[in-house]
């Protein structure tokens, strides 16, 4: 018998809330937004009250596509210390009509393009550093499909 608890076993904390980490190694971390049951509106995150329609009955969670496009996107030359720039950050629009910020990889930042705008990217999550508690802190990133 031993005397470890899964207390002081690490956790995985997501940087934005509208990520979700599994408690389940075996699933797969994902965004969630909350529906609006009155006129289908999807809001990334919690929302307490639907922003196109006005109602207020409670939102339905649900759970996003991995997959979207680039909308807009920006490549940053400054950025803090342990960060590699330059890189490049995109609005990203996913197929349930809500946009998502998220840095894109795979592509090359010193040639940026026209082509990029309208790309399928495809989500994946990395841990980005540790918490204060030991904690990994968990991204959600995005890199170019084919
Ligand atoms: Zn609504």
Redesign the pocket.
């Known amino acids: 018998m031993t005397q470890e608890t899964a207390s002081e076993e690490k956790k995985r904390n997501p940087i934005v809330p509208f990520l979700r980490i599994p408690e389940d190694p075996k699933q797969e971390p994902y965004l969630w937004g909350s529906k ?6 999807v809001f990334l995150g919690e929302r307490i009250a ?6 207020t009955d409670p939102l339905e969670e649900v759970h996003l596509s991995d997959e979207g496009e680039i909308y807009v996107f920006s490549v940053v030359h400054q950025t803090v210390p342990g960060l590699d720039a330059p890189y490049v950050a995109a609005i990203i629009d996913l197929p349930e009509g809500v946009s998502v910020r998220g840095n894109v990889y795979g592509l090359d930042p010193e040639k940026p393009s026209p082509e990029w705008f309208g790309k399928k990217v495809k989500m994946y999550t990395e841990k980005v550093r540790t918490d204060r508690e030991g904690n990994d802190v968990i991204a959600a990133k995005f890199r170019v499909l084919n």
């Open positions: 609006c049951k009155a006129c289908g509106a639907c922003g196109k329609c006005g109602d």
